[in-house]
């Protein structure tokens, strides 16, 4: 019988590309489907990084590169760390690679050995269970809540740790809720991982620059142990180049090696164009990322006051990113004439089919009761969407 490897059946496909697959399915038929299912910024490339682009073409980067990235780039990437981080990273510390996607898998890969425990605060972005699942890890959640801001504490973390624990992997500001750990409950987490030398942290800060706090913090500036956590960053989201495919990892030289040789048997190095765009992109002064968050803080803002008008609807106020993660479980149980919502999946099948209004289910991210909902589109189409969602939700009893 011909069927894929026992490794891809144990993979699910990812729930954001699934319902933007599904929405896209809708829009060829010619229907008015509002895509907030996506985390893509609605945003340009800034000129003076497609300016950058457009001369390295004409100096002609048009051949391989070495394979972790180029040096001018890595060291840009460096300075950047050092800048808006306080992280001290070297060139050899640092791999380029094809969006922060594929530097989390290098990662996983080169330390996750068959049956380690990698602890997931949750909700956690959509594709790191899967991820731990094909280095053959197994994922150990830690539950959180809208009562808690979705964010877990160090003794929750604590609690989860075994001797077979190798890896912690978190988000902040986070996909899909928006949280921000502050530097107290990062310190508090840096002081419980203290007395586990074994165990190193992942921490994905791909939306630092989406952040409405005053400040972000990294906890890889906590000197006490800074030798066990793997920063990945890239430029997707706070430079609006999702097209770029251009992500990156800071970590201990003997784990970026281990990611090089990974990458060198697989993808190789990323796009020479797009690595100078993102030299460029860690050059510039992060405020040239601050219009994009402020029109992100509007809309959020937008949202929440257009979402408080549909009863049974509860949302916190997200710090950061471009999603709300509201409960919507008060819906679970009901039902109209055909439709029965069973789960956050039933709900999010029959707000598109029924108002063509595109989510993500909560369950995907590890918080079933929820739904994601991405404001990275107009004001106009947010108005819209929510207008849309509440009357077709006034059909459920």
């Given amino acids: 019988m011909s069927k894929p490897s026992e490794r891809i059946q144990k993979l699910s496909e990812s729930a954001t590309l699934a319902m933007a697959r599904k929405s896209q ?14 985390g893509e910024p609605d945003f340009e490339t800034p000129e003076v990084i497609k300016t950058a682009a457009k001369l ?31 992280l001290n990273f070297s060139p050899e510390q640092i791999v380029i690679s094809t969006g922060a996607k594929q530097s989390i898998t290098n990662i996983c890969l ?27 890890g197994n994922p150990v959640i830690v539950k959180s809540s809208i009562n808690k801001d979705f964010k877990v ?51 994905d800060e791909i939306y630092e ?13 906590i000197e006490k142990i800074k030798d066990r956590v793997i920063t990945v960053n890239g430029v997707s989201k706070g430079f609006a180049m999702t097209g770029w495919r251009v992500g990156f990892m800071g970590g201990p030289k003997w784990l970026a090696n281990a990611c090089n040789k990974i990458q060198g048997q697989t993808t190789s190095a990323t796009c020479a164009i797009s690595q100078k765009a993102t030299e460029q992109a860690m050059k510039e002064n992060p405020k040239i990322t601050r219009p994009m968050k402020d029109i992100f803080l509007s809309r959020r803002d937008l949202l929440l006051k257009e979402l408080s008008k549909i009863n049974g609807i509860i949302c916190n106020k997200p ?17 109209d004439n055909e439709n029965v919502i069973k789960d956050s999946e039933s709900l999010c099948l029959y707000l598109l089919e029924k108002c063509l209004v595109a989510l993500v289910p909560g369950s995907a991210f590890g918080n079933p009761e929820c739904i994601r909902i ?11 969407a929510v207008k849309r969602i509440k009357k077709q939700l006034e059909h459920l009893s």
């Fill in 25 to 38: 399915e809708l829009k060829s038929k010619g229907l008015d489907v509002i895509s907030l299912s996506l």
């Fill in 56 to 86: 390295a073409i004409d100096e002609n980067f048009s051949h391989y590169t070495p394979v972790p990235g180029l040096l001018s780039a890595r060291k840009a990437i460096c300075s950047k760390f050092k800048r808006d981080n306080n």
């Fill in 110 to 136: 080169s330390l996750i050995n068959k049956n380690d425990e990698v602890i997931l605060p949750a909700p956690y972005w959509v594709s790191y269970l899967d991820i731990v699942k094909l280095a053959e």
């Fill in 153 to 203: 504490t160090a003794k929750e973390i604590k609690e989860k740790i075994t001797h077979k624990t190798r890896l912690i992997i978190f988000s902040s500001p986070c996909n899909p809720s928006g949280s921000v750990y502050s530097e107290k409950e990062l310190r508090e987490i840096a002081d419980v991982l203290l007395d586990y030398p074994n165990i190193y942290i992942l921490s």
């Fill in 209 to 221: 620059h989406i952040n409405f706090t005053t400040d972000h913090f990294s906890i890889g500036s």
């Fill in 319 to 335: 710090q950061g990113a471009f999603y709300l993660f509201p409960d919507v479980s008060f819906y679970y149980g009901k039902k």
């Fill in 374 to 384: 991405s404001y990275a589109t107009s004001e106009k189409n947010l108005k819209k």
